[in-house]
């Protein structure tokens, strides 16, 4: 059994001119998101053997916010792949995950990582986390997903249950509706 946590980075600014999305900063409420997460993290004495991450700015930056609220010290695996992915290129990724790692964390984007949920999990309609999910995977949520596999090259569709979704609304309403 193998644990996988996936964090939708936290929400970006679109009023910075940059020249490419890839560069693309953290607004002020995706910081206070991506730092309550982290502390989220923390409350629940969740741990990562392995943190494989897109290295965009507005990944960076949201595991910039993450680690210090989480009390954990990370030193994330980026990798340009997971950069706007899809979900085979997803589980490529994690197919390549160190063997000795039980938990990993992915720190990437949509419409990649909300696909990838959708194939590891089968849609048995008993999970009101994966129908939180079909509804939105907002910027900064996080999904923890429990694997029925013992090493990671034998990730496959349906091997997996999504044990919690949670969004940075559910622990702070300021972040409701309208943050995504």
């Known amino acids: 059994m193998k644990r996988l946590t996936l964090l939708r980075h936290a929400k970006s600014s679109w009023d910075d001119p940059v020249a490419r999305d890839f560069d693309r900063p953290l607004n002020d409420k995706g910081k ?17 053997d392995q943190i494989l991450a897109s290295p965009a700015v507005r990944v960076i930056e949201t595991l910039e916010h993450v680690e210090p609220a989480s009390g954990l010290s990370f030193e ?6 997971i950069y706007l992915a899809s979900s085979v290129t997803l589980m490529d990724v994690l197919r390549s995950a160190n ?24 849609d048995d309609g008993s999970s009101e986390a994966r129908g939180a999910v079909e509804v939105k995977y907002p910027t ?33 309403p300021e972040l409701g509706p309208d943050y995504n």
């Open 99 to 122: 063997a000795d790692a039980e938990h990993v964390l992915m720190v990437g984007h949509n419409p990649g990582l909300e696909d990838l949920i959708f194939d590891l999990v089968p």
């Open 32 to 48: 206070r998101a991506a730092a309550i997460i982290g502390k989220f993290i923390k409350r629940n004495a969740m741990s990562f």
């Open 76 to 81: 994330p695996k980026w990798d340009r792949k």
């Open 140 to 172: 900064a949520a996080l999904a923890e997903l429990s694997l029925d596999i013992g090493n990671w090259s034998d990730i496959a569709d349906s091997c997996a249950t999504l044990n919690r979704f949670t969004r940075p609304r559910d622990l702070d």
